[in-house]
């Protein structure tokens, strides 16, 4: 593993900052509303793929789960390096939109196989503020493939600016047959019908 790329995450702070930072400030002000938890093993990991509207994603997403999540985040985020080694304490690996690379993928896999953690990926690959969601790309179904692992789609609805519905679909294993591409759009309709966005012409 490459640990300039991605070191072990800190389990304790990931539960310290959730429990003590994120659950207070989405309770006190703002509006979360939860579905379908009840439709999730959390005793199993999984590649958990949802729309992205904002950067409140992936702190709304650590919120509502109830297991550490490790997303893949765009490499300008740890320019800084005091955030760098914040996020990536909480997990982050670094992903570059403009050319992924294989080893990144290989990294997400380690996250879930080495240290259990779930797997956080946005299918769009960066934020539609508009009604209709974006194209989706294939990483998320690749890395279920190569970690043998289910996808969890999630819906993430932003009824206003302090009001956020988040909607967990049916855990279900990606097809082996089936091409990626083909694949990916089929987690993406998934996701559409638990959110209030609509699907992107193919």
């Known amino acids: 593993m490459e640990t300039s790329r991605f070191s072990k995450p800190n389990l304790f702070f990931y539960w310290i900052t959730r429990t003590f930072f994120l659950y207070p400030y989405y309770k006190l002000f703002f509006k979360v509303e939860v579905e379908g938890m009840n439709r999730v093993d959390w005793s199993k990991n999984y590649v958990i793929v949802s729309n992205h509207r904002s950067m409140q994603d992936p702190p709304l997403l650590a919120h509502a789960t109830k297991t550490a999540v490790s997303f893949l985040a765009k490499k300008e985020l740890f320019i800084n390096p005091f955030f ?56 998320p179904i690749f890395v279920a493939r190569m970690a043998k692992v289910p996808i969890l789609p999630v819906g993430i609805t932003y009824k206003s600016n302090k009001h956020f519905v988040i909607k967990f679909g049916e855990p279900y294993e990606v097809d082996k047959e089936r091409g990626l591409e083909e694949q990916a759009w089929t987690c993406l309709e998934k996701i559409s019908k638990l959110c209030d966005y609509k699907m992107p012409n193919r």
């Open 84 to 139: 760098s080694i914040l996020i990536t304490t909480l997990g982050a690996i670094v992903l570059n939109r403009e050319k992924p690379d294989a080893s990144t993928m290989k990294l997400a896999r380690e996250a879930l196989r080495t240290w259990g953690w779930n797997t956080g990926i946005f299918i769009e690959g960066t934020r539609s503020q508009t009604d209709t969601l974006g194209e989706p790309h294939i990483g």
